[in-house]
């Protein structure tokens, strides 16, 4: 069979999507455990339950977007936008939470004074914790990895629709699957505990995103030898 | 005949179902002690603090709630395409027997693994000589079953509704292109990281250390030592649920109703600005066909991004007056 560009484009944008995933993972504030306790900073969750929530809100938007409207870049910033919407909203609510119900001011553990607001950190910070709450300067880059993490989803779910011609569902879940194989890659780098951008852990990405490239080229090969196998796009 | 005063008001009651279903969910982390905070209850007889906490923990909650609420959805959709032919003038007296059915038995499973958790976690315990009461056990089973109904129900609801939003306004074409479980794992995945990333706090910050001092994150040299007595007593999960129900149960539905009413609102306001809405186009294809598009349905996309942006905008901006506020208000850290 030959080779056609489409079969190009989905194994591309399938890794694109891939690598913005780890990209976006990386740039999340993941507290975990930790800042349940107002231990650390960030928000109470793990890596990939918090990209996950986020990715699926925004798939909503990006599936309901593409039932009338059949850009790429139409479909994937609708992605992007729910997703951050879902991460800002939740940043929010969380330091509404630790500052009404718990009295704790939000506090970065790893900069000592906020590199956007300039706010000093370190006198507000509870001893013997990493930080609590969820400070500008993580939530800026929450927003960031949220809007980027949706992005990578909403491109690969619009390439496996338009291109692969899988089903609406079919491709939802094939979008979210390669997506949470990417998120997990990330989560093995950031281990716990990440503020995002300005975390000394933010430097391991390139490593990430090798491991990234790897997983995406073989998830792109297999939905192209559905593609290819199933009349379609199977199911 | 479509019309678009109804389609707002569907959206609504989405809405004030997510604000219920995200309630009952972090409430339901609380009487059963799922997700993070439960690393405390964990540790505690490994410090040696025997407890009366039910240790359930059987997953993370997005992962849960996604289960719970996919065989709510899958048992659901099943039942409605048996019943349905048989009522086809009135189909929601189908949904009234299918929806609350399907989600009975999620809650069915809910309970096995509330025991199975429970019973496996505390076992694993036993060199720490933390016993398994069979009251502690027995009582918490059915509030953790209740709660995570009213959850599940909220979503299997939430996705009927979504996958029937075009039916209910007037016209079919504008159903949610995915089927109804489809919709309930992707909501339930939703609801429970919300839960378990927003509610969590006020259980694990406060309420799991309130013989520590009030406003200050909790020390690394706490963790484990967890307070074991309620205010007449010793403390067990009801405790924590009732004083949870009164500012993070709420916080935690608030948020979720708050992302579902900005997501969906921002998609038919650019709908409605494009114009696309109330008169559909005439050749809009009955299932959806992602190759079908017009200029208006292009620019609703277009105006649903910037509304979006718009208030990922205002949260940004808000996150950064209320931090302001919030230093000055409490002041640097003056304890030990």
């Given at each position: ?65 593409s039932s009338f409207s059949n850009n ?164 | ?302 105006w649903g991004i910037v509304v979006g ?28």
């Amino acid at each position: 069979m030959a080779l056609e560009p489409e079969m190009i484009l989905i194994v591309g944008y399938v890794v694109i999507g891939g690598l913005l995933a780890s990209l976006g993972a990386h740039l999340l504030p993941v507290g975990g455990a930790p800042a349940a306790m107002g231990t650390a900073t960030g928000v109470a969750t793990g890596t990939v339950q918090l990209m996950f929530g986020a990715v699926m809100t925004g798939l909503f938007t990006s599936s309901t977007v593409s039932s009338f409207s059949n850009n790429i870049w139409l479909v994937a910033i609708s992605g992007a936008v729910g997703a951050a919407i879902m991460i800002t909203v939740v940043m929010f609510m969380a330091n509404i939470m630790y500052v009404f119900g718990c009295g704790i001011v939000p506090v970065s553990g790893r900069v000592a004074v906020d590199p956007i607001t300039k706010e000093p950190q370190t006198p507000y910070k509870t001893p013997q914790t990493d930080g609590h709450g969820v400070p500008n300067v993580v939530f800026i880059s929450g927003t960031m990895g949220g809007f980027v993490g949706g992005f990578g989803g909403g491109l690969m779910y619009f390439a496996l629709l338009f291109y692969a011609n899988f089903t609406y569902v079919t491709a939802a879940i094939a979008a979210l699957s390669i997506f949470l194989a990417n998120a997990i890659l990330a989560a093995y780098n950031i281990r716990g505990t990440t503020e995002g951008l300005y975390d000394p852990k933010f430097k391991r990405l390139p490593k990430a995103l090798v491991s990234s490239l790897a997983i995406s080229v073989l998830a792109g090969i297999v939905v192209l030898l559905a593609t290819i196998g199933l009349p379609q796009g199977g199911i | 005949m479509l019309v678009v005063e109804l389609l707002f008001a569907w959206m609504l009651v989405i809405a004030f179902l997510a604000f219920i279903a995200c309630t009952f969910e972090d409430l339901e982390s609380d009487v059963g002690s799922q997700s993070n905070p439960n690393s405390q209850v964990q540790l505690a007889a490994q410090v040696g603090q025997v407890h009366r906490f039910f240790n359930k923990a059987i997953s993370g909650e997005p992962l849960s709630n996604a289960m719970y609420c996919t065989v709510a959805g899958t048992t659901a959709w099943i039942l409605l395409q048996k019943l349905e032919p048989i009522v086809p003038d009135a189909k929601w007296k189908a949904a009234v027997v299918a929806i609350p059915l399907g989600v009975a038995v999620a809650a069915m499973i809910h309970i096995i693994f509330s025991i199975t958790a429970h019973c496996g976690r505390t076992a694993g315990q036993k060199r720490f000589e933390q016993p398994i009461y069979l009251d502690v056990l027995y009582g918490h089973l059915l509030p953790i079953a209740t709660h995570g109904f009213m959850t599940t129900f909220c979503i299997t609801s939430i996705a009927y509704i979504q996958s029937n939003l075009g039916t209910l306004a007037g016209d079919p074409r504008l159903n949610h292109p995915f089927a109804l479980p489809l919709l309930a794992f992707i909501w339930g995945i939703t609801v429970g990281a919300i839960g378990s990333s927003t509610g969590d706090i006020h259980y694990g910050t406060e309420r799991e250390f309130q013989d520590r001092p009030f406003g200050e994150g909790k020390r690394v040299v706490y963790h484990g030592k967890i307070t074991r007595y309620a205010e007449c007593g010793v403390r067990t999960q009801k405790d924590i649920v009732g004083f949870c129900a009164k500012f993070g149960g709420p916080c935690t539905g608030l948020t979720f109703g708050l992302i579902i009413l900005f997501e969906n609102y921002r998609t038919l306001i650019g709908m409605e600005l494009a114009r696309f809405l109330p008169v559909l186009p005439a050749d809009l294809p009955f299932v959806p066909d992602v190759h079908f598009a017009t200029a208006a349905g292009n620019m609703s996309a277009v105006w649903g991004i910037v509304v979006g942006l718009f208030i990922i905008a205002a949260l940004l901006v808000g996150n950064m007056v209320f931090v302001r506020w919030v230093r000055k208000k409490y002041g640097p850290f003056v304890g030990a």
